[in-house]
């Protein structure tokens, strides 16, 4: 009895060669949007939302998520390839002590992609320094504790690090001081705000004076916190000219920043909940939840708290702090679309130093990887019987792509440019790669490019089971609730 099978008479249904095209077209229009973007010479892509909103980008990873996308003896070829492109890779890469040199080098790599090289140069001291800051032997690095903060202003080139933190809100009250050098800093999730109560109730009273004390007993709970915050500050500021700084999670009242402020404390309400645990690590100390153990070991302290205006925006920086395990990159820029690219590049940085550290190795970049796995892929490619050393073959021309487009995007003959530097490859034996200042061979572990090894290693995992699992469909049915109405 022939197979029954009842589809949707409204679904699309492509077979066998059909669905084939469609996926490896899918596969080739990615390349064709990617390719170009590839390298340091790169072009950039300007994508425009249906709301008509723009964004620059030259970052694969966002380009993807923006855009929103019988062939088993080639994928067993494929499937061989990639176990000896790993073997390759593990023995080309290069263990080294993590010292700053090798970080600045790899994160000027990452970023020289993503924008141009005076930029480059200025964010790859940034990006390392603060990846640095933040790693704490036995833990692992927590990229969240480098906040990047925006700041519509000046030129690109002015983006700075900040040894502290900068949160985008200022002091309530006009008495407080705008600059405090030498601050203590008590960072606190604490109310200091009168609430009303949850149920309802009223107060009933004969007189004025009644009336007075009856508000003032409602207050005092709120008075007596705010107390013992201006009496801690007496306590560890006694004959000195030091300053206090509170940082609350939760609100202060007028009453209470009126106090606060007779007594020459600077308070700040409503800090993000993200910045809590920040704080503390950046200015040491401990965030309170409640003021009955309030003691000077809860202080954490920084050199300078300022108050900078731009516009109607306000933002306090805390900074001159010891030993901080948290930091602020202070973007800044001309305009929305220079601050997201920025951003964008110093993500890509922070990932690229992170993944770095941790694995404790780097690989040659400029496409000497791809070369050098080539080359060996083709040497060993007769050890494969059968069909599936087209596998291998098409796998090792895949690779060479990486230094094609690298050559290409950069004005240089693509076939020239590849001959040369396999060449170079094959009478050295060191991993070359291109120059794409001058389009000739070079050595790219003595020019100082690297590349991340773990992203490679996943690079060569993903790209065999993605194509493996395009080769491998030969239907493809398209039926959405909208095709089984009426």
């Known amino acids: 009895m022939a197979a029954v099978k009842a589809v949707n008479s409204k679904a699309e249904v492509a077979r066998a060669q059909a669905a084939l095209a469609v996926n490896i077209c899918a596969a080739r229009g990615l390349q064709d949007v990617l390719r170009t973007n590839l390298g340091p010479k790169g072009t950039m892509k300007m994508l425009v939302s249906g709301a008509g909103d723009i964004k620059l980008t030259k970052d694969g ?13 080639i994928t067993e070829g494929f499937e061989a390839a990639k ?3 790993l073997e390759v890779l593990e023995k080309v890469k290069i263990k080294k002590e993590m010292k700053r040199e090798i970080l600045l080098d790899v994160a000027r790599t990452s970023l020289r992609t993503k924008v141009h090289a005076e930029l480059a140069d200025v964010l ?16 692992p ?7 990047i903060m925006e700041m519509k202003h000046k030129a690109e080139t002015d983006t700075t690090l900040i040894k502290g933190l900068v949160l985008d809100h200022g002091a309530r009250h006009p008495d407080m001081k705008k600059r405090i050098e030498d601050a203590f800093i008590l960072t606190c999730n604490v109310s200091l705000e009168y609430e009303k109560t949850e149920v309802n109730s009223g107060f009933f009273y004969k007189t004025a004076e009644e009336k007075e004390k009856l508000v003032k007993a409602e207050r005092k709970f709120i008075d007596d916190r705010v107390q013992k915050i201006i009496d801690l500050k007496y306590k560890v500021c006694a004959h000195s000219n030091k300053g206090f700084v509170v940082i609350n999670q939760k609100g202060i009242d007028p009453l209470s920043l009126d106090a606060l402020a007779k007594h020459g404390i600077v308070a700040l309400r409503r800090a993000k909940r993200r910045n809590m645990e920040r704080l503390s690590l950046a200015c040491g100390g401990m965030a309170v939840n409640s003021f009955e153990d309030l003691a000077a070991d809860c202080l954490g302290h920084a050199g300078l708290v300022y108050e900078y205006t731009l516009g109607e925006e306000k933002f306090t920086f805390i900074e001159d702090c010891v030993n901080p395990l948290s930091v602020t990159l202070l973007v800044k820029g001309p305009n929305k679309h220079t601050l997201t690219q920025i951003k964008d590049a110093i993500r890509d940085g922070l990932r690229a130093v992170k993944n770095t550290i941790e694995d404790g190795c780097v690989v040659p970049g400029a496409g000497a990887v791809e070369v050098a796995i080539a080359e060996a892929l083709i040497t060993d490619k007769h050890s494969v019987k059968g069909r599936a050393r087209l596998g291998v073959q098409a796998f090792a021309d895949a690779l060479l792509i990486i230094p094609k487009v690298l050559a290409q995007n950069s004005g240089y003959d693509l076939q020239e440019t590849l001959l040369k530097v396999q060449a170079e490859h094959s009478e050295s034996k060191q991993l070359v790669g291109i120059d794409l200042n001058t389009g000739e061979p070079m050595i790219a572990a003595d020019a100082g490019i690297w590349d ?13 089971v993605i194509a493996t699992n395009i080769l491998l469909v030969d239907e493809i049915m398209r039926a959405g609730m909208s095709s089984l109405k009426g």
Do not use: W
């Open 452 to 464: 991340n090894y773990c992203v490679k290693k996943q690079l060569l995992h993903s790209c065999t």
């Open 141 to 147: 690095i927590d990229l969240f504790m480098v906040e």
């Open 61 to 73: 990873n966002v380009l993807l998520h923006e855009m929103g996308l019988h062939p088993r003896i």
């Open 124 to 139: 790859t001291e940034a990006v390392v320094d603060s990846v640095l800051a933040v790693r704490r032997p036995g833990y």
């Open 83 to 85: 176990i000896k492109a």
